[in-house]
């Protein structure tokens, strides 16, 4: 077979690889990175306004081919086409869910004629209605990926955060990193000593340490979850055994809280951080600890200066799976967490589902991307920099 044959081969068998990665993976994200970026309602209903008033400076009212450019286009313009382009244009400055159904009317009654918008409504003298048509008639906008952080452009253009109480976004993107960081954490403190124990161990004592730590992998996450719900609640188990031994005299606010979705996020995303830490400490050799200890070293200085900094590659491993995959969680919180532990993914969900606001839901989701590919580099420069991570 020739060279070109071989070449031609190889290529065909790793064609469905790369072909599942592009729609499975590389287009989903395009499509994301997209539509948190465009925004083409209003340029696709009224094309020939958008051309005309891309040269207005801003003060007083457009010229009269301006605004025969809208007329024109408000005739021509169908419903559903024309509700998502209101609805743009609505959010920006309130007015058009009356004042564009009512020009419209007029347009389609002067039948190709001119119509005089200013007479026809007084809030065509305003500036700002053609100030929102003219900002929104780009097909680009930074608008959501500014709305996702609390932001805005004023008038003048210059970026500004939103006014008290008109998002949440900030706080709900720092809440969502806190209950991250603390999942992070506790999973790390259970983890790390789980993992050595299992590394130290021989035989069945480590299979069933094992299994201990696959068993809820092979469990689904609803059912996990709803196991929890169970456990938590002030008649559960938990509550039940605690009273019944005396340690307190009521249940304990177990669920419906911050408390609740750290514990059930904990159990679930603890495999996340045991598996990369014993893959690593594994294969450290056993005989280095006693090496330690037969040159005066104590436990805990054996431990902080050679285990520990040899563990570190599988430590990273496990924090930044675990994190990257608590910031987005959404069953496990909306279950057993209260109004004030709900995540960026629930407000995906809502800007996704409930208002049909894509660009919104593309934006928030863009954040959460840029957040675990950082992670992901800041891990990969460490683990390249040659020499033991942590030592």
């Given amino acids: 077979m020739t060279r070109a044959g071989s ?34 309602a209003v340029g696709a209903v009224l094309p020939r306004t958008s051309a005309a008033i891309s040269s207005w400076s801003g003060e007083g009212v457009p010229d ?10 408000l005739a021509e313009a169908d419903a559903i086409g024309l509700g998502a382009a209101v609805r743009r ?11 564009i159904p009512k020009t419209q009317r007029a347009a389609k009654d002067a039948n190709g004629g001119a ?7 007084k809030r065509w003298a305003d500036p700002a209605f053609w100030g929102a048509i003219q900002t929104a008639s780009s097909a680009y906008t930074d608008r959501n990926l500014l709305a996702a952080v609390d932001l805005t452009r004023n008038e003048a253009g210059a970026v500004e955060s939103l006014p008290a109480g008109a998002s949440a976004n900030r706080l709900i993107i720092t809440r969502t ?12 403190a259970i983890g790390l000593p789980y993992a050595m124990l299992m590394a130290a161990t021989t035989g069945w004592k480590r299979n069933v340490l094992m299994m201990a730590v696959l068993l809820p992998l092979w469990t689904s996450l609803l059912v996990r979850t709803a196991a929890w719900f169970i456990l938590l609640q002030d008649q559960g188990v938990i509550n039940g055994a605690l009273q019944a031994l005396g340690l307190t005299s009521g249940p304990l606010p177990l669920i419906f809280n911050r408390t609740g979705v750290v514990v059930a996020m904990t159990h679930v995303l603890l495999p996340f951080m045991v598996l990369p830490i014993y893959s690593v400490v594994n294969g450290i050799p056993k005989t280095l600890m006693p090496a330690a200890a037969s040159m005066g070293a104590t436990p805990f200085a054996a431990f902080r200066r050679i285990l520990l ?3 570190m590659p599988g430590i990273l491993s496990g924090c930044l799976l675990v994190f990257m995959v608590a910031i987005g969680y959404y069953i496990t919180p909306a279950l057993v967490g209260g109004p004030n532990d709900q995540m960026i993914s629930s407000i995906i969900a809502f800007y996704a589902l409930q208002t049909a606001n894509w660009g ?8 959460l991307l840029v957040v675990t590919t950082i992670l992901y580099l800041v891990y990969g420069r460490l683990s390249r920099s040659g020499t033991p991570l942590g030592a």
């Fill in 64 to 73: 009269a081919a301006t605004q025969g450019a809208l007329v024109a286009d």
């Fill in 89 to 99: 244009l609505n959010s920006d400055v309130s007015g058009f869910r009356t004042l």
């Fill in 7 to 40: 070449t031609l081969r190889a290529l065909g068998l790793v064609a469905p690889l790369f072909l599942f990665l592009g729609v499975f993976f590389l287009w989903p994200l395009w499509t994301m990175v997209s539509v948190s970026v465009r925004d083409p």
């Fill in 115 to 121: 119509v005089d918008l200013v007479a026809l409504d």
């Fill in 309 to 311: 900094p040899l563990a």
């Fill in 360 to 367: 919104m839901a593309g934006a928030l989701g863009l954040i």
């Fill in 177 to 188: 990193f806190l209950i991250a960081a603390t999942i992070t954490l506790c999973c790390l």
